[in-house]
């Protein structure tokens, strides 16, 4: 049977790449949008991707991009600040194609008003979509469980520390994978989907003390959770990491919102669409081990949030 090429944006990030395998492992024909030619877009070809290079704030190359395809999933970013502008680029090169369903890549707190500009960025991107009348869906993660790594893989393997001001608030962390698996799903079948927005966790909800005790008991050794104040968080994200003020702002403000318990949330979200249920964080922190302060271990701030 025909399958329709489907488009991936951001397909050398965290989910960009999974989707792309999960789409051709169903039979599905992927152009694989990145931002240069690299390991990572020769790995995509060689999974048998057609690989093309785009710039979301480039109208030509996003109408080259998406021009013949029918559906796209949308990941931006998440170091940008224009997301708005990218989002308007796409939905509109997505109308003039005749694009029936994007997956657009948003996050569990998105809403008006919120304390972060990338959150209400997401908010207002997924309004813009909604307008452009072609067949969005929106996927709102909680945090990925990779954020532990990002965060945490070198202090917890130097000092066996935790540095994250969460205080007790609660959230589920969800795999990247995991979140791919229901892009993926979606896009081969969005027509039920279609303007709905879903939140994607992980199967339990933990507080961050919580969660280093489950890396404790996977990695053998003393996990401690060092629950800073977020200011003097966010002064180490951006003299000691040297985060942009942007992304540093924004990873403030949601400190604050775990805090006030707008991550405290547990859905089937992901077992309902893939008929596979997400990964613990043990099975995560099992997989991953050599990465929470091994030799691969990333500097924290190296990359972070959703791609």
């Known amino acids: 049977m025909f399958k329709d090429e489907i488009l991936v944006t951001g397909a050398a990030g965290k989910t960009g790449g999974y989707v792309v395998e999960h789409l051709i492992d169903l039979g599905y024909p992927v152009r694989a949008m990145v931002r240069q030619h690299d390991e990572r877009s020769v790995a995509l070809a060689s999974q048998g991707a057609s690989v093309v290079v785009g710039d979301f704030l480039d109208h030509e190359t996003i109408r080259a991009a998406v021009s013949g395809v ?21 939905a509109g090169a997505a109308r003039e194609a005749g694009v029936e369903a994007v997956v657009n890549m948003s996050q569990l707190p998105a809403r008006e008003g919120a304390r972060s500009e990338l959150t209400r960025h997401h908010w207002l991107s997924e309004k813009v979509f909604d307008w452009a009348g072609v067949g969005a869906i929106h996927i709102r993660p909680t945090f990925f469980a990779e954020m532990l790594m990002i965060l945490g893989a070198q202090t917890i393997g130097s000092e066996g520390r935790l540095y994250l001001p969460y205080g007790d608030g609660c959230h589920a962390p969800v795999a990247a994978e995991d979140i791919a698996r229901v892009v993926a799903g979606l896009l081969t079948d969005p027509a039920a989907h279609v303007g709905r927005r879903y939140v994607l966790t992980g199967p339990v909800n933990m507080t961050v003390a919580e969660m280093a005790g489950v890396l404790s008991k996977e990695l053998g050794r003393p996990v401690e959770h060092v629950d800073l104040p977020i200011d003097v968080w966010g002064q180490m994200l951006s003299e000691r990491v040297g985060l942009p003020e942007f992304l540093v702002n924004h990873l403030m403000a949601v400190a604050q919102d775990h805090r006030d318990g707008v991550f405290n949330a547990v859905t089937d979200t992901v077992e309902w669409i893939t008929g596979r249920a997400p990964q613990s964080l043990e099975a995560f922190v099992r997989v991953h081990a050599a990465e929470f302060g091994g030799a691969s271990a990333q500097e924290p701030g190296a990359t972070v949030g959703a791609a």
């Open 70 to 90: 029918k559906r796209l999933y949308f990941c931006y970013p998440p170091q940008g600040d224009r997301l708005v502008e990218a989002t308007a680029i796409i």
